[in-house]
């Protein structure tokens, strides 16, 4: 099945310090996604990527498609306690179905 | 709105035992899908549908079944519970084409 390469597998960062997490494909993807799970919960949509080179901005968050739209990359500024959670990068396998491919995810753990 | 909705939220299973896991939503979306997410990995993709009276498998569809007579409910059936389906179950809906996708709270199953 697709591998889509997410790292680093985990952070552990101080309150304040900026954080950096990619993802990386063997193939093309016309959707990049990344998405934040707290403990118990479901998935939430943080950004939605849909052209290559785009680069995003949600708060403090910004991620960019990259442009041979194999990879894609998180950054998160000036992080707080609430930051932490597991983070994942998707891609839509196409026809806008909703059908995702799941990064294994970046555990993020901020202290304060 | 509630959202997505799913229950129960923990179930106990024993091997060859069988059940249905429950997800609505009231939003009207067209997609509902449903995934697993086992521990260190991404969600996974079991099965989808477009649409009232449509489904169609995804990555890991084996061991399960699914319906949709209605656009609300999207429910998931293990005929016979094995313990490699221990895992954390997740119901996600959208609207047809572009557009966010919703998960639920998920299912947190243990079969013995």
């Known amino acids: 099945g697709q591998q889509l390469n997410q790292s680093p597998q985990s952070m552990f960062i101080q309150e304040g310090e900026d954080v950096s997490m990619n993802c990386t494909s063997s193939?093309?993807?016309?959707?990049w996604l990344w998405y934040k799970q707290d403990p118990g919960e479901g998935p939430v949509l943080l950004i939605a990527?849909?052209?290559?080179?785009e680069l995003t901005s949600n708060g403090r968050l910004t991620a960019q498609f990259g442009i041979t739209r194999k990879d894609s990359f998180l950054n998160i500024s000036a992080s707080i306690p609430s930051d932490v959670g597991i983070y994942f990068c998707a891609v839509d396998r196409g026809s806008t179905l909703g059908r995702l491919y799941f990064g294994r995810g970046t555990q993020l753990t901020v202290w304060p | 709105n509630a959202g997505v909705t799913q229950t129960p939220k923990f179930q106990v299973l024993k091997t060859g035992q069988s059940m249905t896991l429950q997800c609505a939503q009231d939003?009207?979306?067209?997609?509902m899908s449903w995934y697993r997410q086992d521990p260190g990995m991404g969600l996974r993709l079991i099965h989808y549908?477009?649409?009232?009276?449509?489904?169609d498998q995804g990555e890991v569809p084996n061991g399960y079944n699914v319906s949709r007579s209605t656009t609300e409910d999207f429910p998931l059936r293990l005929l016979s519970a094995a313990p490699s389906q221990t895992s954390v179950y997740f119901c996600?809906?959208?609207?047809?084409?572009?557009?966010?996708?919703?998960f639920g709270p998920g299912t947190r199953l243990t079969v013995t």
């Open positions: 193939s093309i993807f016309n959707t």
């Open positions: 549908s477009v649409g009232a009276g449509i489904t």
């Open positions: 996600a809906s959208k609207e047809g084409g572009g557009g966010e996708q919703y």
């Open positions: 990527l849909y052209k290559a080179g």
């Open positions: 939003m009207n979306h067209e997609y």
